[in-house]
């Protein structure tokens, strides 16, 4: 586990042959601030000298991750904004370059900055109330976490481009005929895992 001034960022759980990386905090949103993009970005660059025979990132029942931290983002200018985007894209870059299969085991929101770092994993399997958006166009933002690409290979630019200009949210069957997750199961931590043990 690693912790920041106390907060808990995320759990490191071994499971047979695959690691579990759950996003944890305090409230129980899973934002990506800055602390825990950098952890987890540490805990995946850490585990690729000996890859597990899966990676599988998970959240909670009601929330995979509700995005990048609002208030942070608020707050950056020009340079900043610039590092903020190289920072989340190192995230995904190390999930999505990982030596061995990724799985997002996603359950209630998966949002803005979370839902890049869905999009970065091999392969999405979600539960039933999954719940998939990207709030930034009403925000007046535009992800530079690297969703802007991989979103329109999933669901095509005409989907994609619903997502990110109109926040455009799907819910999980939605999501499955759109080709942005693989599954639906009533426990994808547990359909994740199947895959190895």
């Known amino acids: 586990m690693h912790s920041s001034s106390q907060e808990i960022l995320y759990s490191r759980e071994p499971r047979g042959n695959a690691v579990v990386l759950r996003l944890v905090s305090d409230d129980g949103t899973n934002?990506?601030?800055?602390?825990?993009?950098?952890?987890?970005?540490?805990?995946?660059?850490?585990?690729?000298?000996?890859?597990?025979?899966?990676?599988?990132?998970?959240?909670?029942?009601?929330?995979?991750?509700a995005g990048a931290d609002l208030n942070e983002i608020a707050a950056l200018t020009g340079v900043e904004a610039f590092r903020f985007?190289?920072?989340?894209?190192?995230?995904?870059?190390?999930?999505?370059?990982?030596?061995?299969?990724?799985?997002?085991?996603?359950?209630?929101?998966?949002?803005?900055?979370?839902?890049?770092?869905?999009?970065?994993?091999?392969?999405?399997?979600?539960?039933?109330?999954?719940?998939f958006g990207h709030r930034g166009a009403a925000l007046g933002l535009i992800t530079g976490w690297g969703g802007t690409q991989r979103l329109p290979r999933l669901v095509g630019k005409a989907r994609a481009l619903q997502m990110f200009l109109a926040a455009e949210k799907l819910h999980a069957p939605q999501a499955l005929r759109a080709g942005l997750v693989d599954a639906i199961v009533e426990d994808p931590l547990a359909a994740a895992l199947e895959r190895v043990l």
């Open 31 to 65: 934002r990506l601030a800055r602390a825990r993009v950098h952890a987890l970005t540490a805990a995946v660059e850490d585990l690729v000298a000996h890859p597990p025979a899966l990676l599988v990132i998970a959240g909670n029942a009601k929330f995979f991750s």
């Open 85 to 131: 985007a190289q920072m989340g894209q190192r995230l995904m870059t190390a999930v999505a370059s990982f030596p061995a299969p990724t799985i997002a085991a996603i359950q209630g929101y998966c949002m803005g900055g979370g839902l890049d770092l869905a999009l970065a994993c091999d392969r999405r399997i979600a539960s039933t109330h999954a719940l």
